[in-house]
Structures are given as structure tokens and as C-alpha cells.
């Protein structure tokens, strides 16, 4: 098993930026062996896919953030990194982090971005 755990989150006004982390506890293996993505869920709206990165490196966004957010792993601290740029109030939500492996998916808890001046 595999237990991810986010941190980073917090308040910023539009412009500012955030460096989200998610940290792997558990099967080191399993955490390194697979793909990782970050999410995100806003009030009212469905969960959706913000980014994400395979194990060999390779990264996909979604459209609205391309440019802005960079998706990145450093699997000697077992972490995946999320670095948000230019936030927008649009990009206020809760940010959680899911280990996608060959066993099924880890979900952390989430952590709180909320863009506004």
C-alpha cells in the first residue's frame, strides 16, 4: 500500500504562486513504479485531472494550466511536486494527489489552494 500525503496549499492572490507536495509513505516500490497525478475539486464541480506524470517522466495538463503549473518527481524523497504559477481565482480548489499503480489508485487528503486578493 501506498499512503500519499499532501502539503503546500494555502491562500495567494491572483498572480502569486504555490508549490504543492505529495509525499509517499508505504510501498516505496509501488510509489515508484507508478504514475502520479494531481487532481483537483472545486465547490460544486466534479474532480478533475490538473496534471499528472508517468514513472518514466512523461507529463500531461490539462489545457487551462498548461504553461503555468509543472508537474515533477524526485523519487529519491518519494515526492511529486505540483508548481503553480500565475494562479487565477479560477484555480481555487482543493488539490489532492492520487498514485494511479498497478493495484489501484492512493488517494491523499487534499490540501486547500484558494486564489484571491
Known amino acids: 500500500q501506498v499512503q500519499p500525503v499532501e502539503s503546500g496549499g494555502g491562500l495567494v492572490q491572483p498572480g502569486g504562486s504555490l508549490r504543492l507536495s505529495c509525499v509517499a509513505s508505504g510501498s516505496i516500490f509501488i510509489f515508484r513504479t507508478s504514475g502520479v497525478g494531481w487532481y483537483r475539486q472545486a465547490p460544486g464541480k466534479q474532480r478533475e485531472l490538473v496534471a499528472a506524470?508517468?514513472?518514466?517522466?512523461?507529463?500531461n495538463y490539462l489545457d487551462s494550466v498548461k504553461g503555468r503549473f509543472t508537474i515533477s518527481r524526485d523519487n529519491a524523497k518519494n515526492t511529486v511536486y505540483l508548481q503553480m504559477n500565475t494562479l487565477k481565482p479560477e484555480d481555487t480548489a482543493v488539490y489532492y494527489c492520487n498514485v494511479d499503480s498497478q493495484f489501484g489508485g492512493y488517494w491523499g487528503q487534499g490540501t486547500q489552494v484558494t486564489v484571491s486578493s
Open positions: 506524470i508517468g514513472r518514466g517522466g512523461s507529463t
